[in-house]
């Protein structure tokens, strides 16, 4: 499979937004999909996962902020992302078993 994320931009602090990422096939039988990050200088990270059943998983810096979710139906993955930070710049990506999107920038800025 292969994977399109969009949704990134500039937004300023607090503000909202949501990242989606399509696939180019079925994710209906894809284990677990995540979207992870690389903010500047620093090294990619587990940003949120979601398995194909059962609880989705976050890390402590986005817990309570960052909701993931995915639609079969659709094929897509999703983060929607609220309450925004300065820290929470960097460039997003989406991930699959042996799949990985392309990357789409996220500046959260005043």
């Known amino acids: 499979v292969q994977l399109q994320a969009s949704g990134g931009g500039l937004v300023q602090p607090g503000g909202s937004l949501r990242l989606s990422c399509a696939a180019s096939?079925?994710?209906?039988?894809?284990?677990?999909m995540a979207w992870y990050r690389q903010r500047p200088g620093k090294q990619r990270e587990l940003v949120a996962a979601?398995?194909?059943?059962?609880?989705?998983n976050y890390a402590d810096s986005v817990k309570g902020r960052f909701t993931i979710s995915r639609d079969n139906a659709k094929n897509t993955l999703y983060l929607q992302m609220n309450s925004l930070k300065p820290e929470d710049t960097a460039v997003y990506y989406c991930?699959?078993?042996?799949?990985w999107g392309q990357g789409t920038q996220v500046t959260v800025s005043s």
């Open positions: 979601i398995p194909s059943t059962g609880r989705t």
């Open positions: 096939g079925s994710i209906f039988s894809i284990g677990t």
């Open positions: 991930n699959a078993p042996n799949a």
